[in-house]
Every structure is written in C-alpha cells, then in structure tokens.
C-alpha cells in the first residue's frame, strides 16, 4: 500500500460535505464543467445542458439523499472522487439489464499531485463496500484501454480487472461493460 492511500479517508458525498465535493470539482483541472452529470442526465434535463445547470442537478440529488458517490480526502482535504451509485440513478449506460441490484461505477477525478500513486483501486474497493453496505448485488463499470481518445474518466480495464471485475460485452466502440459479483 502507498503511503497517500495509509492516509486517505473515504466518505459518501452528503449535504455535510457538499463544499468538499463543491471544491474538488472546480479546483484545477477538476471536472467543474461536467458535474459527473454526463450519465444521470434525465431528458428534460438534457435540455438545460451546461455547467452551471449541471451543478444545480447534483446538487439537487445529494440534497434529496440520492447517492452519487465517494469523496477521497487526505489530510482533511478532498483530492479524489469516484462515482458509485445506483445504476437506475443513471442513464444510457450499456450495461447489463439482466442483472438486479447494480451499483455503477462511472467516474473517477484525481488531483494531479496524487495520481499514479493507486488511488483509483483504493477507490474502486472502497465503492465496493459502500455499494454492499446499501444492498448491491453487483457492480459495473464502463472502463476503456489506456489507449482511448475519451472516456478515460471512467477508467482503465486493466484496473478492473485487477480488482476482479469481469468482462461482459462492449457499450458502444470504446467503453466495456464490465461487472463484480458480490
């Protein structure tokens, strides 16, 4: 284990912690413009789809206690995100609908300071247990190879599988569909 995991802490984005989440998001190369919105986006809406319109959306779920994720904080400072919640939470994912009780892992943010370090497995185990903890049977995920022009912010299939993720099928060209039995 890295010595920036031995220190990280974990907790679920909530009302509580909105300013973290808030911070994160809009800090340096944070993902300020997006919100983790891209795969929760209901169709209407899509129709007020920028930034700001995004924010107000997530902010909206956290306050009506809807999961969106985990915040990773070091030293009381939140500098990583994954985003774990209840698949039906989502749309247009790809994934597999024969399967009940799915928990999604659709994103990932890590300060730049801190990355190559394994925080996005350390991450991936703690959505593990935070999804089982609210009832999930299994969790998917739509990484792509390392390689891939886009949707690298929903990571790499090499890091699932590591964490012993299984490959089920493809989601349009780029993003693999890929699940854990708990």
């Not at 413009?33 to 209901?42: H, V």
């Not at 206690?65 to 919640?85: F, H, K, Q, R, T």
């Not at 350390?122 to 247990?129: C, R, S």
């Amino acid at each position: 284990m890295l010595a920036d995991q031995e220190k990280m802490t974990v907790k679920p984005v909530d009302r509580n912690n909105w300013a973290d989440f808030e911070s994160l998001f809009q800090s340096r190369g944070g993902p300020g413009y997006c919100w983790c919105m891209a795969w929760r986006m209901s169709k209407d809406e899509l129709k007020q789809n920028n930034a700001v319109c995004r924010k107000v959306f997530i902010k909206q779920r956290v306050w009506s206690d809807i999961p969106i994720g985990l915040l990773g904080y070091i030293e009381n400072e939140a500098v990583a995100w994954c985003s774990v919640a209840p698949r039906e939470t989502h749309t247009r994912l790809g994934g597999d609908e024969s399967l009940k009780n799915v928990w999604s892992i659709t994103c990932f943010f890590i300060k730049k300071e801190y990355r190559r370090k394994g925080l996005a497995r350390f991450l991936i185990e703690n959505a593990k247990h935070y999804a089982v903890e609210n009832g999930a049977e299994y969790i998917e995920a739509y990484p792509v190879e390392k390689e891939s022009p886009s949707y690298r912010f929903m990571g790499f299939v090499k890091t699932f599988e590591e964490a012993r993720f299984k490959y089920i099928k493809m989601a349009g060209t780029r993003r693999h569909v890929m699940v854990y039995k708990i």
